[in-house]
């Protein structure tokens, strides 16, 4: 698929929503790609499509609510990711402020929701890369919870594992909030967004990873091969 810089962006606020993960079918249901799986919600629910490639990443440009938004999944691998938001960044002429990087977190209670307007790595590799290329962390970030590795099994190999059928029915929910604070944040600003992610697991009660019968998480959006 060949690489298209499709609008004039001189003109307009573009907001770059980023989903964090690793290309392949044998990623798409894995820990680490929660960030993609969340995207592609995102897309799905406000009827944008990942049918171009730039800079390494699929993306999907459009409007939700009224706002331009640039959603990209990095089709570099995980530590490599910064290689593809930094250029789609400056060629939309994104402010750090108005670019928002979705990912997993181990150090989160599973199907938890954290929200920051800055910060560091936290140990993230996908996140170090973007940090390096952009030369700052000085940007909005989703993390999700996985929680931490069973037993002696290291965090490499749990963050490629898939997610039980309970704890997709769990994850599946944190993915509906996330995408609700992905609008409130594109409409209403990082406080508000901030407001409404942190505070609503505590509203939703404790983990349980036990419901009754599996919800899907979204399917990867197939790209356009045209």
């Known amino acids: 698929m060949p690489d298209q810089h499709p609008i004039d962006v001189s003109s307009h606020r573009w907001r770059l929503i980023v989903g964090l993960g690793n290309p392949g079918r044998q990623y798409a249901e894995t820990r680490h790609n929660i960030g993609f799986a969340i995207a592609d919600l ?5 009827g944008l499509k990942f049918t171009q490639m730039m800079n390494r990443a699929l993306i999907a ?12 999944k ?10 593809a938001v930094s250029p789609i960044a400056r060629f939309y002429k994104v ?17 938890q929701l954290r929200m920051r307007p800055f910060g560091g790595n936290g140990g993230h590799n996908g996140m170090k890369s973007i ?43 944190a993915s509906e909030r996330a995408v609700k604070g992905l609008v ?31 919800r899907h998480l979204p399917t990867p959006a197939q790209a356009d091969t045209d």
């Open 95 to 111: 402010a750090l402020p108005d670019l928002m990087v979705i990912y997993d977190e181990l150090d989160i209670p599973f199907a």
């Open 184 to 214: 409130i944040w594109l409409k209403q600003g990082i406080d508000r967004a901030m407001n409404f992610v942190n505070a609503s697991r505590a509203s939703a009660g404790p983990s349980t990873h036990n419901a009754a019968g599996p």
């Open 61 to 72: 440009i459009g409007e939700i609510e009224g706002e331009k938004v640039v959603l990209a």
């Open 131 to 173: 940090i390096a290329r952009l030369g700052s962390q000085d940007f909005p970030r989703l993390r999700v919870g996985i929680g931490r590795p069973p037993g002696k099994m290291d965090a490499a190999s749990f963050v490629l594992q898939p997610f039980s059928a309970a704890e997709r029915a769990e994850m599946a929910e």
């Open 74 to 83: 990095p089709q570099t691998f995980m530590n490599d990711s910064g290689s």
């Open 42 to 46: 995102l897309a799905q629910k406000h």
